[in-house]
């Protein structure tokens, strides 16, 4: 079916095409294909958007944040979305959650379900806040990621989290997962 419909269609689109003149093979080839959206990114412009983080956090930039930091952030750029302290409005709960992934109604939220606190940081960075992707300084997303930590009861609320102590810190789902890095799970 899919053969016969491709076929027709290709005879009704060179019918057309020499309706309206004579058509060469080559401008037939030149045809663009896809919508051409966009244009294609450069070697540094890749680079730039690379900011792909692991569990050991390999490439974690300079800078670090606080918990106090990251809720005055979070009241700014993130609670219209996640509601007041992580507890979910319009888009996914971030806070609490701790022994409900074994129930009838789980909770997935960064405490109960995330199993790396870098992947925390690399998902806040590069997504969020939503309208914005990509627009937080290093620095308010450590302290995004501290307040999201401390909400969870993961880090207490003096934690300063940076390159150095955001890798260290074990998720309480680490283990509920089939690692893709394991080398890094303990």
Not at 53 to 72: C, K, M, N, R, Y
Not at 150 to 158: D, K, R, S, W
């Amino acid at each position: 079916m899919f053969m016969r419909e491709t076929l027709c269609r290709t005879a009704v689109l060179l019918i057309v095409l020499t309706g309206f003149g004579a058509v060469s093979a080559q401008q037939i080839q030149t045809v663009p294909r896809g919508p051409t959206l966009g244009v294609l990114a450069t070697p540094a412009q890749a680079a730039e958007w690379d900011a792909s983080i692991p569990p050991d956090g390999t490439g974690l930039p300079a800078g670090s944040g606080t918990p106090a930091q990251g809720a005055e952030i979070y009241t700014a750029q993130c609670a219209a979305c996640h509601g007041p302290a992580g507890t979910g409005t319009l888009n996914d709960r971030l806070a609490g959650g701790q022994g409900t992934l074994t129930n009838g109604a789980p909770l997935r939220t960064v405490g109960s379900y995330w199993p790396y606190a870098t992947t925390l940081f690399d998902y806040v960075r590069r997504a969020m806040p939503y309208p914005a992707p990509h627009s937080l300084a290093d620095s308010d997303v450590y302290a995004l990621t501290a307040y999201l930590l401390n909400l969870n009861g993961i880090v207490g609320p003096e934690a300063v989290i940076d390159a150095k102590t955001l890798p260290r810190i074990h998720m309480p789902n680490r283990d509920g997962f089939d690692s893709a890095y394991p080398d890094w799970r303990h």
